[in-house]
């Protein structure tokens, strides 16, 4: 399937992956962007931001729990993130982090808490709608996401 073939699918899992690789560029520039700003819970709001990013990407590209060397412990909790509801639920805490970031301030980090809500609502859509999770094969989904489990 090729990637116009993918958000033609409607399938809702689809568009919370994608949206989630998206987060995963969002999180870490505005990570690194936000940083080096001088109030000290921006800079851990944006740490938070930054951190989350990596998350993001082992969550979103199952090749890379094979190729990276990670702990078991965080392999292992990588593994339990594999329904839409439960990947609604990690976006939707990373969002509700972001979202937090603005009672100090109001700085770009409210970019991503929008997209990682967006990438949340898409796998809550895609949980309520009865659709099973399909990893995007431009990703490294469906034949090599089943090498991983």
């Given at each position: 399937m090729t990637f116009a073939e993918e958000l033609r699918s409607r399938n809702f899992s689809i568009y919370g992956q994608w949206t989630g690789v998206l987060c995963i560029?969002?999180?870490?520039?505005?990570?690194?962007g936000n940083i080096f700003l001088k109030h000290i819970l921006i800079v851990i709001f944006s740490a938070i931001c930054l951190a989350s990013s990596f998350v993001i990407i082992f969550i979103e590209i199952p090749l890379l729990l094979r190729i990276c060397p990670t702990s078991a412990k965080f392999d292992a909790l990588i593994r339990q993130v594999t329904t839409n509801y439960i990947r609604a639920g990690v976006y939707l805490g990373m969002s509700i982090i972001q979202w937090l970031s603005l009672?100090?301030?109001v700085t770009s980090l409210i970019?991503?808490?929008?997209?990682?809500?967006f990438a949340a609502i898409f796998y809550a859509l895609a949980g309520l709608k009865g659709q099973g999770f399909v990893g995007s094969k431009t990703l490294g989904g469906q034949g090599v996401a089943q090498m991983i489990v």
């Open positions: 560029f969002l999180c870490f520039g505005l990570g690194i009672l100090k301030d970019v991503a808490a929008i997209f990682l809500l």
